[in-house]
């Protein structure tokens, strides 16, 4: 059976046809060395295409989420803006006064009720 392979091996169409042109065994070692070595450097410029690729999808996805991290602190942003507004309003003194008068039925103290404490 091996007898059969190495037969098969050695009438193939590649290598009669290297016989033919009178190639001999060292020049098809050769030229298969050679594309052994381009075959190994297309793998090696591929792989390293590929992570070429890779690294500039990684790099947009990035980008976008980047984005939409920036729009929402921006969002955010104006949100603290407008309640440390409406908090100074909720604090302003006329507010508070008006407050006191209308729902407390609270009255400014008379000159009687006041009391000095001196230090």
Same mark, same amino acid.
């Given at each position: #059976?091996?007898?059969?392979?190495?037969?098969?091996i050695?009438?193939?169409?590649?290598? @009669?046809? $290297?016989?033919?042109?009178g190639?001999g065994?060292?020049?098809?070692? !050769?030229?298969? +060395?050679?594309? +052994?070595?381009?075959? &190994?450097?297309? $793998?090696f410029?591929?792989? $390293?295409a &590929?992570?070429y !690729?890779?690294? @500039?999808?990684? !790099? !947009?996805?990035l980008?976008?989420?980047t984005?939409?991290?920036k @729009?929402?602190?921006? *969002?955010l942003?104006k949100?603290a803006? #407008? &309640?440390e507004? *409406?908090?100074?309003?909720?604090?302003?003194?006329?507010?508070?006064?008006?407050?006191?008068?209308?729902? $407390?039925? #609270?009255?400014?103290?008379?000159?009687?009720?006041?009391v &000095?404490?001196?230090?």
């Open positions: #059976m091996s007898q059969i392979s190495a037969d098969y050695n009438y193939s169409p590649a290598h @009669r046809l $290297l016989q033919k042109q190639v065994a060292k020049a098809t070692a !050769v030229q298969n +060395k050679f594309v +052994k070595r381009w075959v &190994l450097w297309l $793998l410029i591929t792989a $390293l &590929l992570f !690729v890779w690294s @500039r999808v990684q !790099v !947009v996805q980008g976008y989420e984005s939409a991290l @729009r929402t602190t921006d *969002e942003g949100q803006s #407008m &309640l507004i *409406e908090i100074a309003k909720l604090k302003s003194p006329a507010r508070l006064e008006n407050i006191a008068k209308t729902k $407390l039925s #609270m009255q400014p103290p008379a000159s009687d009720q006041i &000095l404490i001196k230090p």
